[in-house]
């Protein structure tokens, strides 16, 4: 099993349609069981995979186990729970999902707080801490855990990060999304170097490791790659003219993920999944329908021209999807 977040701190990258689109590439083309967690409070992974009718009837139902729930028990100091979250289908996707909860944005205070027992290598932070590794452990009965995250560098993604194998990036080309890479290689610095004492200081005060499914806990998250959505460009003689402001975005991007790719001992070259055009056509259709964009059909409102903006959203998601695979196999 792999467990994979789409990460961005910054928002408006079209990473919640990659993620369910990928997903459903992996599900459908690739035949993998694949689970979605959406870790994100605006939940709108959950909004994308499922039907109105049926997250209304989710959020009314009082006995719902949602993934918040799964926090409680670690917030009273009773340890992880026995009972895990409930994993609905999403019929058109064909994949599973531990469906996202808005009281998640709550349990960033805990995680915070709890931030800082870790640092100071006690048990309770540690546990707060890897409450998402502890629930990730637990589900191996996948091929692959996809996680959606909201836009944010704060501690509810933190923890997140410190429990899934690797972080894929979706990224667009304008200077806030340029400027959140720089702003993610500081904070992967600054969160390593404070577990690497935090472990020290819980083994010399517990005697032993603070373990996960056996295995003691440690910074190890992997790069997976990153996917860039294209900027519109105009068009002479039906060839795609680049514009000067973009490039040189595109440059400095490239240097920041240069160096990104260096503090995971990767290579740039190996870790650049594919290219998203923009689809802004057929998006609203695929949210409207519930279903990956790929697998949109007349039933679902597709006329004329969007034949091939469907046709064209397939080879981009199986594309990515199979480097990704490539990628995570390793």
């Known amino acids: 099993m792999k467990s994979i977040g789409f990460f961005n701190n910054k928002g408006g990258v079209g990473k919640t349609t990659l993620l369910c689109n990928v997903a459903a590439s992996l599900a459908i083309q690739f035949k993998k069981k694949v689970l979605v967690i959406d870790a994100d409070p605006q939940c709108n992974a959950s909004a994308y995979l499922l039907g109105e009718d049926h997250l209304e009837q989710i959020f009314l139902d009082n006995n719902f186990y949602s993934i918040d729930s799964f926090f409680d028990p ?166 795609r003219e680049p514009v000067a402001a973009f490039e040189r975005i595109i440059t400095k991007q490239k240097d920041e993920l240069v160096e990104l790719c260096s503090f995971f001992d990767s290579d740039i070259d190996d870790l650049n999944l594919g290219e998203i055009p923009t689809l802004s056509s057929v998006v609203p259709l695929s949210q409207q329908a519930h279903a990956p964009i790929f697998e949109l059909s007349a039933r679902d409102g597709i006329v004329g021209s969007q034949y091939t903006r469907v046709s064209e959203a397939a080879e981009f998601f199986h594309k990515i999807a199979a480097n990704l695979l490539e990628r995570v196999e390793k």
């Not at 996680?147 to 899934?164: C, E």
């Not at 999304?177 to 083994?203: C, G, H, P, R």
Request: no cysteine; charged share 25%; aromatic share 10%.
């Open 74 to 239: 670690v917030r009273r100091g009773q340890g992880y729970p026995q009972q895990m979250p409930e994993i609905v289908h999403s019929e058109r996707f064909k994949v599973d999902l531990i469906v996202g909860n808005p009281k998640l944005s709550i349990r960033e205070d805990l995680l915070a707080t709890d931030w800082a027992a870790t640092r100071n290598g006690e048990h309770r932070g540690f546990q707060t801490t890897y409450v998402f590794k502890e629930l990730i452990s637990r589900l191996d009965t996948y091929d692959i855990i996809m996680i959606d995250m909201g836009p944010s560098l704060g501690a509810l993604n933190r923890a997140v990060l410190l429990g899934v194998d690797s972080f894929l990036m979706p990224l667009s080309v304008d200077i806030f999304s340029m400027m959140a890479v720089e702003n993610i290689m500081k904070s992967f610095k600054t969160w390593q170097s404070a577990l690497s004492d935090a472990i020290k200081k819980y083994i010399l005060e517990e005697g032993n490791s603070f373990n996960i499914a056996d295995k003691p806990v440690e910074w190890n998250l992997n790069f997976a790659g990153y996917v860039m959505q294209q900027y519109k460009a105009k068009s002479k003689a039906g060839i």
